[in-house]
């Protein structure tokens, strides 16, 4: 019993430190295109805004009005 608490404690432990570096992850490319001065977007830039790159895997797209 004691041998299937460990293990079950180490796969926890190894679920949560996995988790939490994906957060990370994407909190890096949002903060990558807000510092260029865009928003993520699902669909495509709206007429006025320039695409200037990606978020999240390139699973959206990073936009910003035309200068």
Known sequence: ??????????????IFLATTANGQRATRYVNHCLQK?????????EAGEEQIGTCYRQTMVCCRDEE
């Open 37 to 45: 001065g865009g928003t993520c977007r699902y669909d495509d830039c």
């Open 1 to 14: 019993m004691m041998k299937f608490f460990h293990l079950l404690l180490a796969l926890l432990f190894g």
